[in-house]
């Protein structure tokens, strides 16, 4: 007979969450600024938005959990990058509709790439084990992240 699989501690599931935060952090923050763009990641997290389909700015300000008047000047700065094209709403002529351009688009594709080659870069050397164990927490923490 096995014995039961031992708990960690309350001690221990504080550190390991502090340590998963920090890592995720550090990773997401290189991963943000690895890339050959003139794309700020407030403005790259904008267009992943309106790729989704959100095309209203203050949809868009609670998405990304900012104020109004920021999502605003950022999505003039990407509209006078031509990242972005805004036309009055048919049915309200205060609001505006936005959507992505072609230039948004490839930029998005642009970055992706750039960044994804990072990573590549960072894992390109473990060991086969290594890799199935970054793939079993991918799925967790994927899960983690969906909560």
């Known amino acids: 007979m096995t014995a039961p699989p031992r708990r960690m501690s309350p001690a221990a599931r504080r550190r390991l969450a502090t340590d998963l935060r920090h890592v995720c952090m550090r990773i997401s923050r290189r991963a943000r600024f690895e890339n050959t763009q003139e794309l700020a990641p407030h403005q790259f997290s904008v267009l992943n938005q309106l790729e989704k389909g959100i095309d209203r700015p203050g949809a868009l300000a609670r998405a990304e959990c900012v104020s109004a008047p920021s999502m605003t000047r950022t999505v003039s700065s990407l509209v006078d990058g031509g990242y972005v094209d805004r036309a009055p ?15 948004g688009r490839e930029v998005l594709r642009t970055v992706r790439r750039s960044r994804d080659a990072w990573m590549i870069s960072r894992i390109e050397d473990l060991t086969d084990e290594e890799l199935r164990v970054l793939d079993e927490a991918r799925e967790i923490l994927t899960r983690v992240a969906a909560r």
């Open 89 to 103: 709403d048919p049915e309200d002529g205060r609001a505006a509709i936005l959507s992505l351009t072609d230039a």
